[in-house]
């Protein structure tokens, strides 16, 4: 695809369950990014890998929380023992690496825990 | 205090309304981004600038590096132009975008 692809679009998880959110970066793209956006506020960062290295992982709010990209394309965020603050918006962004500082966003996954 | 911080939080123009939100940040910078969000979607990229002024159509963005300081601006605006409007500051320290918490604008027609 032509841009940045994300799914689920929408997930309900009940508290307590693990979740994994799948974030596809551009064909070709070398730097991935994982946000979290709470309602009515700005998007915040998670993490950020370069190919396959998890370069910051400053962002994960607890160690429930852990980013993989095996192959230094697809990613996945997962979550454990999900929370009701861990409803959110999860942004993935992905970007050249070549010296760009231009991030291409997917259209996120809703994460509502219950 | 935000590192980046957005005004106004939200915003209602009629149609055909001159639109300027602004922002500031406190962080030395490497470009700043002004994105665009639509209920329920994605992220969209609108400009990127590291200095000056950009325009692409009815949208225009400018940067003051001395006074770190950007605005976007929206000539004769439209009600498709409702959306939340979000600033995010390229950290030069951290690598990181910095992000506003956004502009949340109605435009009625």
């Known amino acids: 695809g032509a841009g940045v692809s994300q799914s689920p679009r929408y997930k309900v998880a009940k508290r307590g369950q693990d979740v994994a959110l799948r974030c596809d970066p551009i064909s070709g793209h070398v730097s991935l990014f994982w946000y979290q956006q709470a309602l009515g506020q700005g998007p915040e960062f998670l993490t950020y890998f370069q190919n396959e290295a998890q370069l910051d992982k400053s962002g994960l709010p607890s160690d429930r929380f852990f980013a993989e990209r095996p192959e230094g394309s697809v990613s996945t965020l997962k979550i454990q023992r999900t929370q009701q603050e861990d409803s959110a918006v999860y942004l993935c962004?992905?970007?050249?690496?070549?010296?760009?500082?231009?991030?291409?966003f997917g259209p996120g996954t809703r994460l509502t825990v219950t | 205090k935000n590192e980046v911080e957005q005004s106004p939080q939200n915003l209602t123009a009629q149609e055909g309304e001159f639109i300027t939100i602004n922002c500031s940040y406190s962080v030395g910078i490497s470009a700043l981004h002004w994105l665009q969000q639509h209920p329920g979607g994605g992220i969209v990229s609108l400009f990127m600038?590291?200095?000056g002024k950009k325009k692409h159509g009815r949208l225009i963005a400018t940067i003051n590096i001395q006074e770190k300081h950007s605005s976007l601006h929206i000539t004769a605006s439209h009600p498709r132009d409702s959306a939340v409007y979000i600033c995010a500051a390229f950290s030069s320290n951290t690598g990181k975008l910095i992000f506003g918490q956004g502009t949340t604008l109605q435009v009625k027609p």
């Open positions: 962004a992905s970007s050249s690496g070549l010296g760009s500082y231009e991030q291409y």
């Open positions: 600038l590291s200095s």
